[in-house]
T-cell receptor, first 119, second 110 residues
Framework: GAVVSQHPSRVICKSGTSVKIECRSL??????MFWYRQFPKQSLMLMAT?????????EQGVEKDKFLINHASLTLSTLTVTSAHPEDSSFYIC???????????????FGDGTRLSIL | GENVEQHPSTLSVQEGDSAVIKCTYS??????FPWYKQELGKRPQLIID?????GEKKDQRIAVTLNKTAKHFSLHITETQPEDSAVYFC?????????FGAGTRLTVKP
């Protein structure tokens, strides 16, 4: 089955630190990846769509200068939370669109998520 | 944009009973509807999906139905087992722009 790897799984750091999270598709090339934020007992909130070789598309209300996304290759997208503060503490999860599905009906496969705690 | 609503938010059933989770969507152009299962602290996993040209799809104890006219789709789990306990998310996709429902926390009591 499709595998998406996300690292690190957990980060605890001081306020003001920048944190980078990596998302890799291991057995398929993903031109499109997605970054979500999930609050406890809530749904997946789409933050941005990461497109290989071009700028990410951010959802309304998500600060692009705060959450930097880079998708430099067909198997890797990174999310950098810059100058993180306690309110940025959350569960961040990535997904990758599987291109092997029917065009327009392609499933997403998720990484294991990163629990970010800012002290 | 697409808006997906999911009900109920919590569902508790006895082992062996059936569970039904319902979702509605707003964009009639939506053409792909996956369902994900997320166990506590783990990644959402795709369990079944259905495309807009199909009315029903079944995979062992899991089935999904789609009513395009009414713009709603449902997940049916039969003969529930304790390991079915998890949060289930529906999603609707308009040409790969996927939006998720709020989730249903299913508890199967042994």
């Amino acid at each position: 089955g499709a595998v998406v790897s996300q690292h690190p799984s957990r980060v605890i750091c001081k306020s003001g630190t920048s944190v980078k999270i990596e998302c890799r598709s291991l057995d398929f090339q993903a031109t499109t990846m997605f970054w979500y934020r999930q609050f406890p007992k809530q749904s997946l909130m789409l933050m941005a769509t990461s497109n290989e070789g071009s700028k990410a598309t951010y959802e309304q209300g998500v600060e692009k200068d705060k959450f930097l996304i880079n998708h430099a290759s067909l198997t890797l997208s990174t999310l950098t939370v810059t100058s993180a503060h306690p309110e940025d503490s959350s569960f961040y999860i990535c997904s990758a669109r599987d291109p092997r599905g029917v065009q327009g009906n392609q499933p997403q496969h998720f990484g294991d998520g990163t629990r970010l705690s800012i002290l | 944009g697409e808006n997906v609503e999911q009900h109920p938010s919590t569902l508790s059933v006895q082992e062996g009973d059936s569970a039904v989770i319902k979702c509605t969507y707003s964009d009639s152009a939506s053409n792909y509807f996956p369902w994900y299962k997320q166990e506590l602290g783990k990644r959402p996993q795709l369990i079944i999906d259905i495309r807009s040209n199909v009315g029903e799809k079944k995979d062992q104890r899991i089935a999904v139905t789609l009513n395009k006219t009414a713009k709603h789709f449902s997940l049916h789990i039969t003969e529930t087992q304790p390991e079915d306990s998890a949060v289930y998310f529906c999603a609707g996709s308009v040409y790969n722009d996927m939006r998720f429902g709020a989730g249903t926390r299913l508890t199967v009591k042994p």
